[in-house]
């Protein structure tokens, strides 16, 4: 049978702006024994590839050692293209999506489930070739059979924003029906994503947003009380909302510029789950309220597999039908990275072959 050796691909061989991105013709990725090998029908963006295009030292490492151009994109959905000789599970056709960690796999972190914390993980599309193009390689073991229900792109963007805001809100904060939680930047991938789950989960949601345009739309997603933060700080907008009291949970992936006002919007007892920074990586706290008002700070680190499955179980029936903010092709990767760069996407952006929606 005939296989051809060249694919189309979304590549950068040095860091920089949009501009170091090429749509071109790369080697198509050679399988191990127990890897498969996926065709992309759809690949979500996210900020962390925009880091990685910019300056994440993890991808000059890689550049510098120069064996191919880095191709982007952890967020992978697609059909099943070739297997790997050991591989007997999975057949060529089948509808996936991919888990986007790779982990040891012989860790206690990874023994105990818990394989977003093992040290030795690599992301596909960050330490490995990513889904930016017609075809991509993973383990075996990272694949997740999808239902005829669920789209390409719905599921496209499951792995990263959705899971990552699912650890947060239901493992890490233990969200219960009824808690009030602030939801910073809706408009964003997590945020959006955080919007869906906790209104899933019976919460009450505050969500900020820099634009009446975004705010309006997380109110038709089910946002109870939203708040334009360039307008005001926000915390005072919290508190003023539910007579001092404050929320119970805040889901924080801004870093610097929010810190003290997501710490300052929290009732006692509250939670602060944090996933990431936007901004700066420094934060300051007053022990003294951290301790009077029994405040718990966390961090949270993507997901783990079963989540995802869960996450993808939830999307097949319905329950949850993620927020797409345009799919794109992928010679236009360099636009889709300046809509989240200029925050001018609600929900998730994606990649796909061909403009098609799944
Ligand atoms: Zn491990």
Known sequence: MFHKTNMKAVVFSEQGGTEVLRYTDVPKPTLDANEVLIQVQACAVNYLDIHARRNRPEIAAKLRRGDTPHILGSDIAGTVAETGEAVNDIAVGERVVLAPCIPCGVCSDCHQGAENLCDTQQLIGFQTNGGYAEYVKAPAQNVIRIPLSLSFVHAAVMP????????MLMTRAQLR????????????????AGLQIAKLAGARVFATASSEEKLERARQMGADVTINYKARDFSEAVLDATDGRGVDIVLEHVGAATWEQSIASLAKNGRLVSCGVTTGNIGTIDIRKLYQKQLTVMGSALGTVSELRTLIRLAGQGRLVPIIDSTLPFRCASEAHTLLENRQNFGKVCLCPATEKS
């Not at 990263?160 to 650890?167: E, K, S």
């Not at 029906?177 to 959006?192: A, M, R, T, Y």
């Open 160 to 167: 990263i924003a959705y899971l990552t805001a699912w650890h």
């Open 177 to 192: 029906p009824g808690e009030d939680v602030l939801i910073l930047g809706v408009g964003g991938g997590v945020g959006s």
